[in-house]
């Protein structure tokens, strides 16, 4: 019986979601949370032990008929909670291609698994950019539509936009996640933004102004300029607050981060899931992520992207 496991990890955005999804610029850093799981033929289609036909699963059962497969046996494990603006998704989407492509004797390195991870992670939620599935599947770092220092690692068009995805080498720099504990779906969240963004042109205008927020927040993050990442990401978090995927929850977090980091902002979708801090004192952000409602994570950075065979 053929068997394969592999995993993907989860990622924040350090700026510019939401705006990527009409090929503004993005950063997002791939965390040491990630998404496993293992595969073996099956005589039923079989999730985590218990007969399912998926349509609850989009990303998988895309994933599945991308590769021809009908009964399997998938069993899973996430340190990512899923709706928490942590790209469980797309980790789900890259762990998963990368392990049926295995099981099969398919190719299975990052160039192989990104097309077909993105087009499961679009599949279900029928709008969105490649920006977390980049993440997942590259690793380290990954800037969308910035200026690369080498060749793009892929380009990817859809729908009249167009991703130039490169790698990001991040200093080593403390980030704090704050989890608000609400889940909240991406789909819905990126559609509220496009409808806003299509009836009112301030809000195009409040997308642009991410794209350029971004561009120099990717140049500050090169140069590790804290000060000036922490500024560019709270504006960040104002701009994206406009847009209306902030939250009560999400706002009490980033301002109780404020006294403590260079900056704050929500990372993600938002509408809740969870906020980023960029600081030098996370043990002071931690306390007091936890005394306003939040369950925070120091998580660390430049951690491998997707693979084949089993990971702790
Ligand atoms: O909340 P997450 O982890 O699914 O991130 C969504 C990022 C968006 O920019 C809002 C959507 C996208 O497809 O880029």
């Known amino acids: 019986m053929r068997s394969a496991s592999a995993s993907a990890p989860g990622k924040f955005v350090v700026l510019g979601e939401h705006a990527v999804v009409y090929g503004k610029p993005a950063v997002a850093l791939a965390i040491d949370r990630r998404f496993r799981c293992t595969v073996s033929e099956s005589s039923r289609l079989l999730l985590n032990g218990v007969p399912d036909d998926l349509s609850l699963h989009p990303h998988m059962s895309n994933i599945l008929k991308a590769n021809g497969v009908g009964k399997i046996s998938i069993v899973t494990e996430s340190d990512l909670p899923s709706g928490s603006g942590l790209g469980s998704s797309a980790a789900l989407s890259a762990a998963l291609s990368c392990a049926v492509r295995t099981m099969l004797g398919k190719p299975a390195d990052e160039k192989d698994v990104i097309g077909e991870a993105y087009d499961a992670e679009f599949g279900a939620q029928g709008i969105g950019s490649p920006m977390d599935t980049s993440a997942s599947v590259h690793g380290g770092g990954i800037g969308v539509n910035i200026t690369c220092d080498g060749e793009p690692l ?17 200093p080593e720099m403390t980030f704090v996640v704050g989890y608000t504990g609400i889940k909240a779906l991406t789909g819905p969240l990126v559609e509220r933004v496009r409808r806003y963004k299509d009836r009112n042109s301030f809000a195009k205008d409040i997308v642009d102004e991410i794209g350029s927020v971004t561009l120099e927040g990717a140049d500050a993050l090169r140069r590790n300029d804290r000060v000036k990442l922490g500024k560019l990401m709270t504006a960040d978090h104002k701009l994206l607050s406009i847009l209306g995927v902030s939250g ?6 980033v301002d109780a981060a404020a006294e403590y980091s260079y900056g704050a902002k929500l990372t993600g979708a938002g509408g809740g899931g969870s906020m980023i801090a960029l600081t030098d004192r996370p043990e002071k952000v931690c306390e007091t992520i936890r005394l306003h409602g939040g369950t925070p994570m120091v998580v660390n950075t430049g951690v491998p992207g997707v693979k084949a065979g089993k990971t702790s």
């Open 154 to 170: 892929w380009t990817i068009e859809r729908n009249g936009n167009r991703w130039d995805v490169c790698d990001v080498h991040a």
């Open 248 to 253: 009560p929850e999400l706002n009490r977090l």
